[in-house]
């Protein structure tokens, strides 16, 4: 920071743009952080714009910067770095490569259900792709084993395999729509295992809660529990709506002669409808529940409630934590 001075902006930089406590809120927030445009942002970029945002928090930027710049460079820092521990995030990983990333696998989940080997290897891939998501975007205050992601990730995979190829075996003499809905029971069923597996540190140990100040009070396994079961519900809502209505659209129109004449582009038109679906649900689903999740002190673990209220008596009402995404 040699060429910066010390400016008064007059604004915090880390103060949420929009109100938070509120649905529509949440999705303007992560309307901006989960656009997928940011990927392509070159990491020399994203490095200088979080050398930017740690001295705006200092009170250092460089002269003339504008508030649009200071701005844009928090966007980019919310979209590449961990809200935790404020390291880079894998490119994989980061909820800006949802759309790009999910849309090409959901596309051909749904386009390749009809034979065992297909469905086997698009499953695996799509839980490959979800166990770099979600190790990516667990809280960061809870380590986890390379151990513990092998048996996390060889679960949900499992999880996924299983349900895709008993259903697809199952639905051979069901109506073609209910086989076309088999990718998303997988990934549902799959969501449910992987997610609590590969976060499962913070269920033992507990996460971080602090009060409304940011001040540390102490681990709860109920707040891990809560905020996992928050997340697992927001993943299942991302991938709902492409994966229910898209096949129903898909059956009608595959009924029409030009759709048969051109059945190579099936694919890729599935791939560019789920690009449709995703570029809304990807921000909605993670607007469902407030990122600063909060829980009341009656419902923590008794310990922890009594340390809490020896401490500060009924001056903590609600902890709060990072549920993570």
Request: hydrophobic letters at 45%; aromatic letters at 10%.
């Amino acid at each position: 920071y040699a060429k910066m001075a010390t400016v008064s902006l007059g604004f915090n930089i880390d103060a949420p743009r929009w109100d938070q406590s509120t649905f529509v809120g949440r999705l303007k927030h992560f309307l901006n952080i989960t656009d997928p445009r940011t990927v392509l942002v070159p990491e020399e970029e994203l490095d200088q714009a979080k050398a930017l945002v740690e001295g705006c928090r200092a009170g250092l930027v460089p002269p003339g910067s504008s508030q649009e710049q200071l701005l844009y460079a928090k966007k980019l820092y919310d979209s590449a770095f961990h809200p935790d521990s404020g390291e880079k995030m894998n490119f994989i990983g980061r909820m800006s490569f949802q759309v790009p990333g999910g849309m090409a696998i959901t596309g051909c989940m749904l386009q390749f259900y009809r034979t065992v080997p297909a469905v086997v290897f698009w499953q695996w891939v799509n839980q490959s792709f979800n166990a770099f998501v979600n190790y990516t975007n667990r809280n960061a205050a809870s380590p986890i084993s390379l151990r513990q992601i092998g048996v996390a990730y060889v679960t949900a995979t499992g999880a996924a395999l299983a349900t895709a190829v008993g259903l697809n075996l199952y639905t051979k003499r069901a109506p073609p729509l209910l086989a076309r809905w088999v990718p998303f029971a997988a990934v549902a069923a799959a969501n449910c295992v992987n997610i609590p597996m590969m976060r499962q540190q913070e269920i033992i140990n507990g996460i971080t809660v602090t009060d409304e100040n940011n001040n540390e009070l102490g681990r709860s396994r109920r707040a891990a529990v809560k905020g996992i079961a928050q997340v697992v519900l927001s993943r299942i809502t991302m991938a709902a709506p492409g994966m229910i209505i898209l096949p129903i659209i898909m059956e009608r129109l595959e009924k029409f002669p030009f759709m048969q004449r051109i059945r190579v582009l099936h694919g890729p038109l599935q791939v560019l409808l789920c690009g449709g679906f995703l570029l809304f649900m990807v921000p909605a689903a993670c607007a469902l529940f407030p990122q600063q999740c909060s829980l009341a002190l009656a419902d923590l673990e008794m310990e922890l409630r009594d340390s809490i209220m020896a401490k500060h008596g009924d001056k903590v009402p609600y902890v709060y934590f990072n549920k993570g995404l």
